[in-house]
């Protein structure tokens, strides 16, 4: 449960500055090599320097700057070029760089202000998916930042540890806008950081951003300039063959032969992912989006919609130094719960149907002072029925070529349906009754607030979604009961959304939105 302290000299300091400095131009596949310390900075014998993998590819991690008790964030949306390994350029976006953005770390308690400026020829705007913020400092689609102008939000951090990401959100064009390239993970802590999990970054604590792309020869792809996606994409979300971790193709990269702990994020804009480790190996999942669990859970498989995140404790001590141990994600396994009848038939891919590789740990020495796995966190108190104030009925469905949420779509700011615009006061708990009535799966994420997953379908969540949660998948005609308490503060003039987190549903209407009232 407890550790020594970990090796001091990992020049943190000196690594940050020549990461921040990676922004601008044609990033190369692996462009974050070289990005966090390799744990070889543990001096040790075993594996000739000429063998070692180099570092794990991470965005580089941004502390921000105090200035007057307040953490300031200066985020930059510009664009830039990337090789995703067509061996061509590749038009992107990027957040203080060619492609993804900075790990932001804040923590519990402190004040936080966060700029954008948009350095795009277009709007667009930043989410803060996962946070508790006020409405009007959402970054939703009701947030939008024109080109050239710069929008800031200020707030306290009040919640749990947990792992949050940013991402787009500009009304019809958060798909795109993503796709381009623009998210990043923010990384939540409590003032201390827990002294019993792995938590140096890009050493034992690695932040796991997945994307699929596809992109052809000439380095375009469905969204570039000109360009648009078929009617089939846009119906299935977008999927792509190629696997980026980091925004890096066939992400390789070392770990310390010990305990190390995984931040996975599904950032694809649409594929769901079942991973596991190619030797089936057993590990713990420690958190789920909304922070830890009450206990760590063993298990070989994490599923991951679009949206959901986990947080992984992985043992690498067993393993000879120099051994490659491969993620994949084994799809095949749960395509019958993904993709149901017909409907579901057509909008699967080859990859919902089998099982392939999405990046390689390669192992190197053992960290100076092991963690041990730790064996319980904090009880999560979980809620009932009856705590709530009313019911309200959600549908996701699917026909005549388009997505629907309670049969309807939200296809503008103004005027929305009113079956999709709630109005909820403000601290009251609500049981949400998700219906999904189509062939295929669909992640509803809710802003601000984590919420419980009561029931699916009448029997009580598993394990790893009975914690907190602010995505959930919704398989083919299942029922999930979702118990929400609706924290913040009023406001009767921005709302918050909710959707559908494959994100091409999103723009195409498979969105709501609440205010808080
Ligand atoms: Cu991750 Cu409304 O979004
Ligand atoms: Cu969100
Ligand atoms: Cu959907």
Redesign the pocket.
Known sequence: MSRAPRSPGLGRRTFLHGCGAAGAGLLLPGAFAGCGDTPAGAADGGVDADDRAPPWPVPPLDDGEVAGGVRVFRLELQPGAVDLGAGAATASYGVNGAYLGPTLRVRRGERVRLEVTNSLAEPSTLHWHGMAVPARGDGGPYQSIAAGATWSTEFEVDQRAMTAWYHPHQMHETARQVYMGMAGLIYVEEPTPPADLPSTYGVDDLPLVIQDRRIAADGTHPYSAGNTPAMHDLMAGLKGELMLVNGVPAARGAVPRGLVRLRVLNGSNARTYHLGFADDRSFLQIASDGGRLAAPLPTTRVLLAPGERAELLVDFSADAAGTSVGLRSYSGEVYPTLFTGMMGANLADALDRTTFDVATFVVGPPPAAPFAPPTAFEPIVRGSASDAARTRDVT?SMGMGS?FLNGTRMTALEPVPAAISFQIPAGDTELWVVTNTSGMA?PLHVHNQPFQVLDLDGAPPPPSLAGWKDTVLVAPGQVVRLLISFAGAPDTEYPYMFH?H?LE?EDHG?MGRFFLV
């Open positions: 996701l997505v669909h559908c494959i549903h498979m």
